[in-house]
């Protein structure tokens, strides 16, 4: 079993950055493959970017972030991140992280065995 916390949501204005975290323990971190997953209300959960296990370095984001949002790993932390600049109103969702054991870069959520429980941000115009 692997448990997931996700922390670092909050508050910001447009422009602003935020780091998210996913604290994961249970189980060899390093040969899971991660992502990160939003919903904002009344709309589906939808990818925003994942990473391969940590032999890969394999990263993947969602069109809607790819040059603004960074995700990243430190297996000797069993930490995940994912850094959010030049924020934006419609980036208000509440984020998930997500595992699986698999050497892939996973972006379908139904793929995805664990989760975290979501971090709220919200971001003003």
């Known amino acids: 079993q692997v448990q997931l916390v996700e922390s670092g949501g909050g508050l910001v204005q447009a422009g602003d950055s935020l780091r998210l975290s996913c604290a994961a323990s249970?189980?060899?971190?390093?040969?899971?493959?991660m992502g990160w997953f939003r919903q904002a209300p009344g709309k589906e959960r939808e990818f925003v970017a994942a990473?391969?296990?940590?032999?890969?370095?394999?990263?993947y984001y969602a069109d809607s972030v790819k040059g603004r949002f960074t995700i990243s790993r430190d297996s000797a932390k069993n930490t995940l991140y994912l850094q959010m600049n030049s924020l934006k109103p419609e980036d208000t969702a509440v984020y998930y992280c997500?595992?699986?054991?698999?050497?892939?870069?996973?972006?379908?959520?139904?793929?995805?065995?664990?989760w975290g429980q979501g971090t709220q941000v919200t971001v003003s115009s």
């Open positions: 997500a595992a699986k054991r698999s050497f892939r870069v996973l972006v379908d959520a139904g793929e995805y065995d664990y």
């Open positions: 249970g189980r060899t971190f390093s040969s899971y493959a």
């Open positions: 990473i391969s296990w940590s032999g890969g370095n394999i990263v």
